[in-house]
């Protein structure tokens, strides 16, 4: 069964940092892109981060540039995001969710979609003092 | 960023009749493939996100055949055509031509 499990969430104070990780299972971790999407607990979706499939390229949302990092771990077929200098306005849940391509061609060119086709369950952050 | 639009934000939806969902974004969503760059998801309550359709109409795999994604360049719809009882949720679209990916505020479904 194809599965992500995200874990690391628990209460930080505002100025803290904590570390999140999403365990894949059941396909080939190292041959997707990643994604942390994170909702304001009764709100909408944010996409908060990506990471290529290599781990070369990264991606950032501005509101958590500079303060997140994403990581990833092939061998473990685990993720990770490191997150620092936490406010008030990270607190949600977090969930991380692979991305599938959808190949299609145009004339003599493939081109590729990328969607987010699996979601973990999340894992709940709360910066609190 | 694109702003994505969605209306109604509360759906209420009588079983075996149709549905619909309007998702205006910003900008327009055409790629120069010709293909819309939007997808729709079904967030049930307590879990999370699900896909429906990916690349504006595509459905995703194990979605019935019921849920049907249109539309181009700003507009974009979500018809179910006769919605049964486990449909309910909160709806999204999303658009991936641009970074950062952008969803609506959300459309919640309810039976009515």
């Known amino acids: 069964e194809v599965q992500l499990v995200e874990s690391g969430g628990g209460l930080v104070k505002p100025g803290g940092s904590l570390r999140l990780s999403c365990a894949a299972s059941g396909f080939t971790f190292s041959s997707h892109n990643i994604n942390w999407v994170r909702q304001v607990p009764g709100k909408g979706l944010e996409w908060v981060s990506s990471i290529s499939d290599s781990g070369r390229y990264k991606w950032y949302a501005d509101s958590v540039k500079g303060r997140f990092t994403i990581s990833r771990d092939n061998a473990e077929s685990s993720l990770h995001l490191q997150m620092n200098s936490l406010t008030a306005d990270d607190t949600a849940v977090y969930f991380c969710?692979?991305?599938?391509?959808?190949?299609?061609?145009?004339?003599?060119?493939?081109?590729?979609?990328?969607?987010?086709?699996?979601w973990g369950k999340g894992t709940a952050v709360t910066v609190s003092s | 960023d694109i702003v994505m639009t969605q209306s109604p934000l509360s759906l209420p939806v009588t079983p075996g009749e149709p549905a619909s969902i309007s998702c205006r974004s910003s900008q327009s969503l055409l790629h120069s493939t010709g293909y819309n760059f939007v997808d729709w998801y079904l967030q049930k309550p307590g879990q999370p996100p699900q896909l429906l359709i990916y690349?504006?109409?595509n459905r995703a795999s194990g979605v019935p055949d019921r849920f049907s994604g249109s539309g181009s360049g700003t507009d974009f719809t979500l018809k179910i055509s006769r919605v049964e009882a486990e449909d309910v949720g909160v709806y999204y679209c999303?658009?991936?031509?641009?970074?950062?990916?952008?969803f609506g505020q959300g459309t919640k479904a309810e039976i009515k």
């Open positions: 969710a692979r991305e599938t391509f959808y190949d299609f061609w145009t004339g003599d060119y493939r081109n590729y979609y990328y969607y987010m086709d699996v």
């Open positions: 690349l504006g109409s």
């Open positions: 999303m658009q991936s031509l641009q970074s950062p990916r952008t």
